[in-house]
């Protein structure tokens, strides 16, 4: 009884938790859940990295006036594609927002002999594939 005295409350919770988990599941089990506890964070952490937005597609938000704080990736993908969709061309005579040609530049797209919507859509499809 001594010996108990001697470890706190915590540790002693841990050790009944660690023998009803051996009761139940047996010492052959105990692997196999420890490997898909493992499993389950890794693919959590993941999830939650692929929601990040990139530095590069920061950039490009704060480009064309979106404020990126707080936002998720998608988010900001969404505001880009609405905020290139609203640019126009000049009545008459198509031409490219200096923006568009910008961005498109810094991505390493070519924007020779294209058209706005084309750099357009090579630019969402190249920030949404990164």
């Given at each position: 009884m001594g010996m108990l005295l001697i470890i706190d409350t915590q540790t002693l919770i841990l050790i009944i938790i660690a023998?009803?988990?051996?009761?139940?599941?047996g010492p052959s089990k105990i692997p196999q859940l420890a490997r898909s506890l493992g499993q389950s964070i890794r693919?959590?952490?993941r999830g939650a990295a692929e929601n990040e937005p990139e530095p590069e597609l920061i950039e490009v938000a704060r480009k064309l006036g979106i404020d990126p704080t707080g936002k998720t990736r998608d988010e900001i993908l969404t505001e880009i594609?609405?905020?290139?969709g609203q640019q126009k061309t000049v009545v008459g005579k198509?031409?490219?927002d200096s923006k568009?040609?910008?961005i498109a530049e810094r991505l390493g797209?070519?924007?020779k002999g294209k058209s706005e919507e084309d750099l357009i859509k090579e630019i969402n499809w190249r920030l949404s594939n990164k």
């Open positions: 023998f009803i988990v051996l009761v139940i599941w693919e959590f952490k594609n609405n905020r290139l198509p031409s490219v568009v040609l910008e797209i070519d924007t």
